[in-house]
């Protein structure tokens, strides 16, 4: 299973708008609606912002959304801030197994 | 709600490891545990799920025949073992508590790191 494609790095300045993609296949996030999104701080244990495409856990900020079109899910991050700063990585369900992105660093300017 | 991984292991090339993990704070066969790893400076690999209620599991293809998750059910743990080991498993290994299909992980162990050297 190959692994989603996400770009490596995307920056913005604080309080912009920056969207992270996630592209598939469909096998898997074009097919299945069990997309999550992780965040991770250096030296932090991933913690989990988004799952099944664009539910946010009990308090994660309501700046991070999800969407999906076809193989391609998406995080954006409205009203950037700096606490933002980090690695997100997306994962997708395949059938049988999960797959993740390759991960996004998230700068803020 | 907490899972507590075992200690750090430095192991040598064509070791195995075994490193378990212990939840507290809930029913321990009501969710399905994940495993996964992050080796340094890389992203995240899931190697497989195990649904404590029935003992089934699913592995990831690149590491079947190496790989082995089971349950001590009486002290609500877990246990992944990995065989063969090379300097390609050196990562931080981290169980998860899957709350709803779809990995939606909403507890993690602090992460094990295992380490393969001579």
């Known amino acids: 299973q190959s692994a989603l494609t996400q770009p490596r790095s995307v920056s913005g300045s604080p309080g912009q708008s920056v969207t992270i993609s996630c592209t598939g296949t469909?096998?898997?996030?074009?097919?299945?609606?069990?997309v999550s999104w992780y965040q991770q701080h250096p030296g932090e244990v991933p913690k989990l912002i988004l799952f099944d495409v664009y539910k946010r856990p009990s308090g994660v900020p309501d700046r991070f959304s999800g969407s999906k079109s076809g193989n391609t899910a998406s995080l954006t991050i409205s009203g950037l801030q700096t606490e933002d700063e980090g690695d997100y990585y997306c994962?997708?369900?395949?059938?049988?197994?999960?797959?993740f992105g390759g991960g996004t660093t998230v700068t803020v300017l | 709600v907490q899972l507590v991984q075992s200690a750090a292991e430095l192991k040598e090339p064509g070791a195995s490891v075994k490193v378990s993990c212990s939840t507290s704070g809930y029913i321990f066969t009501d969710y399905s545990i994940h495993w996964l790893r992050q080796a340094p400076g890389q992203g995240l690999e899931w190697l497989g799920w195990?649904?404590?209620?029935?003992?089934?599991?699913n592995y990831a293809r690149m590491l079947q025949g190496r790989f082995t998750m089971t349950l001590h059910r009486s002290i609500s743990t877990a246990y992944m073992e990995l065989t063969s080991l090379t300097s390609d498993d050196t990562a931080v290994y981290y169980c998860v508590r899957e709350y709803s299909p779809g990995l939606n992980a909403d507890y993690w162990g602090q992460g094990t790191l295992v380490t393969v050297s001579s």
């Open positions: 195990i649904i404590p209620n029935t003992g089934g599991t």
């Open positions: 469909s096998s898997d996030v074009g097919y299945y609606d069990y």
């Open positions: 994962c997708s369900f395949t059938g049988r197994s999960y797959v």
